[in-house]
């Protein structure tokens, strides 16, 4: 079946630090890839989305690459800022029903 | 501009006490889903409905019942309350493949 797994956490870092989060996944066809963002207290935010391979999503200054060929989808910030502090998950969806299929989650701390 | 609202917010049960967790979504998605998440597990897939009328189970559907008697509304019941349900559940909907909308999370307790 499907899987997602991301790179183990908790990430702690400085503000204006480079961050990346890996994940990586098993799927048969072609899925659509999705970074999703957990707030303290809230519910999950799309942060971005690919559709197709090579695809590209962008955001907020984070970005994700859909790789076929590697089956990833790492999340890239150049700059971090305190208020990106958040649980980040990676996640599939590979069936016309648009069910989710989640990693873990990485815990994102930045200090200032 | 309510989205996914979900009720209740908080809730301590009784183990083998019931309850019954409301979700409702004015956007005028087809398909809804309950998720929970547990520490270290992401979110996983309780049941969920393509249509109103309709419910199918997830990855975790064992102790839990569903209910979409209107496209709206998608009910999560617990019949039989067990410890190892407390966790946060998550109700989302959807229009199609592309994104999901989260509502802001039930965390029940089973004590």
């Known amino acids: 079946g499907d899987s997602v797994t991301q790179m183990e956490g908790p990430v702690t870092l400085s503000e204006e630090a480079f961050l990346t989060i890996n994940c990586t996944y098993t799927?048969?066809?072609?899925?659509?890839l999705f970074w999703y963002v957990q707030y303290p207290g809230e519910g999950l935010q799309l942060l971005l989305k690919a559709t197709k391979a090579d695809d590209k999503g962008s955001n907020k200054g984070f970005e994700a690459t859909y790789r076929k060929e590697t089956t990833s989808f790492h999340l890239e910030k150049g700059s971090v800022q305190v208020s990106d502090s958040a649980v980040y998950f990676c996640a599939l969806s590979g069936t016309s029903y648009g069910k989710l299929t989640f990693g873990q989650g990485t815990i994102l701390t930045v200090h200032p | 501009n309510a989205g996914v609202t979900q009720t209740p917010k908080f809730r301590v049960l009784k183990t083998g006490q019931s309850m019954t967790l409301l979700c409702a979504q004015d956007m005028n998605h087809e398909y809804m889903y309950w998720y929970r998440q547990d520490p270290g597990m992401g979110l996983r897939l309780i049941h969920y409905?393509?249509?109103?009328?309709?419910?199918a189970k997830g990855e975790v559907p064992d102790g839990y019942n569903v209910s979409r008697l209107k496209k709206q509304n998608f009910l999560l019941g617990l019949e039989s309350a067990a410890p190892s349900q407390t966790s946060v559940y998550f109700c989302?909907?959807?229009?199609?493949?592309?994104?999901?909308?989260f509502g802001q999370g039930t965390r029940l307790t089973v004590v």
């Open positions: 409905s393509v249509g109103e009328g309709t419910t």
């Open positions: 799927a048969t066809g072609y899925p659509s």
């Open positions: 989302a909907s959807s229009p199609d493949r592309g994104e999901a909308f």
